[in-house]
């Protein structure tokens, strides 16, 4: 197991855990890179690179379908990989995951299903589906076209000034009528960590479905003295319904992703899309369909996408995941302490419980022309809206600054993070 502890002495550890990170080991524009833009994506371990280079030069062949060695070894590789999926989510079983292109397909295959009329899920006009105020676009644009095509109505839970949901609000807005609850758990523009377990045990409480967006939360190991705040990713846990997350975010690759439906679901659910693979029968006149999850992979997949997830999953396994999940948090408290000191710097975002995220604001400067200065001191963050636009609305700001952490980042980096914002400031 690689060791992260959250003590200086652990400088060791942390080296040997980003010198298995090939891109983390170059400079820019003179600058050693200083990566804080892992809600984005995540940098990729050497284990991935290789594995996806083994596919590619040694049996890259199609699954399911071929006969031969190659063929055979693919589809071993790629069913193992759906295997190692199940487990990190705590799926009851594989076919309860699906694999799709990102989480934001996960979504629309769901989406599908509740607009499509004559499945035990689709919406009918008076029935309502409630989403929160700090959605990733990818999970507000598919339920307000859901809303749309089937006269459901689309509710929205506020934030509060901290960033964090009005449970008071969103128990209040419950009844018989609310048919889906699609929640992120970790707010990609805020950090904030939502409380997802009693809005799974609240919304099951109406006989709600509940879809639990966790792009932001799979990368991040749980604190193992806050698991009250923020439990392990394990969907028998949770309770949820649906689950959807990337690949390219737990150091996969990009293109691939995870939705995780109830067996129950998944069986009454139509096709998203229709072709090869996710058949069992085609005649002229009629078609049958297979069971999940390969009734929801139509085509050829991202097969080394799948396999490189596989091996992403067993580099997260072989991580100590308290280790990391306090590091994360002294990143977290130490970037906000360096942060603060910053005059004219405003966090957007101060729930109580919150993952490794930093967004900010200056006082007179756009984050649009912080970014670039930035990168010159090698200093790579996001700046914008986040695909979260509806948060900027909220809090009366057109973008932010975002430096989003994790287990492979460091307080040096950190530094380097502050004394380019005084650097830049002196521009402005």
């Known amino acids: 197991m690689m060791s992260i502890a959250s003590k200086p002495s652990s400088t060791g550890a942390i080296e040997a855990i980003r010198a298995q990170f090939p891109a983390l080991q170059q400079e820019i524009h003179g600058h050693p890179l200083a990566y804080l833009d892992n809600a984005a994506t995540a940098q990729k371990p050497a284990s991935v690179i290789e594995t996806l280079d083994d596919y590619y030069r040694r049996y890259n062949a199609n699954v399911h379908r071929g006969l031969h060695a190659m063929a055979e070894e693919a ?125 799974v045990e609240a919304g099951h409480a109406v006989g709600a479905k509940v879809l639990l967006d966790a792009c932001q939360a799979a990368p991040h190991p749980a604190h193992p003295e806050h698991e009250d705040a923020y439990p392990e990713l394990n969907v028998a846990d949770l309770g949820c ?25 998944l069986a009454d659910m139509p096709p998203y899309q229709g072709g090869g693979e996710m058949i069992a029968r085609v005649t002229l006149e009629k078609t049958t369909y297979a069971d999940p999850p390969h009734r929801f992979e139509a085509g050829t997949p991202h097969i080394a996408g799948v396999i490189g997830l596989g091996a992403a999953i ?34 957007i975002g101060t729930a109580k419980h919150k993952a490794s995220i930093l967004s900010f ?42 430096a989003s952490l994790c287990f492979y980042n460091t307080k040096a980096e950190l530094d380097q993070l502050a004394d380019a914002l005084r650097a830049a400031m002196k521009f402005f």
Request: proline residues 6%; hydrophobic residues 40%; aromatic residues 6%.
């Open 75 to 199: 589809t071993r590789a790629y069913e193992d990989a759906r295997l190692k999926v199940a487990r990190f989510v705590g799926a009851p079983s594989p076919e309860s995951c699906v694999f799709v292109r990102g989480a934001t397909e996960g979504i629309n295959l769901v989406a599908n299903a509740y607009k499509t009329p004559g499945n035990p899920l689709s919406l009918q006009p008076g029935d309502r589906v409630i989403v929160s105020h700090m959605e990733h676009h990818s999970n507000l644009v598919p339920w307000q076209m859901v809303c749309e095509a089937t006269g459901a109505t689309l509710d929205v839970v506020p934030i509060t000034d901290d960033g964090e949901l009005d449970m008071e609000h969103f128990r209040g807005m419950l009844d018989e009528r609310v048919k889906l609850i699609a929640v992120v758990w970790v707010s990609n523009a805020l950090g904030t960590i939502n409380p997802v377990k009693e809005i």
């Open 241 to 265: 319904d649906f689950l959807v997350f990337s690949g390219h975010k737990v150091f996969g690759p990009t293109g691939i992703g995870v939705l995780f439906g109830k067996p129950e679901l």
């Open 314 to 347: 067993d580099f997260m396994n072989r991580l100590d995941h308290a280790g990391a999940a306090r590091h994360e948090a002294d990143l977290l408290a130490y970037g906000t302490q360096r942060l603060q000191e910053i005059d004219g710097l405003r966090l």
């Open 361 to 402: 604001v200056i006082d007179g400067v756009h984050p649009y022309d912080l970014g670039p200065v930035l990168d010159r001191h090698g200093v790579a963050v996001r700046t914008g809206h986040h695909c979260a636009e509806p948060v900027m609305d909220r809090f009366d700001v057109p973008a932010t600054v975002r």
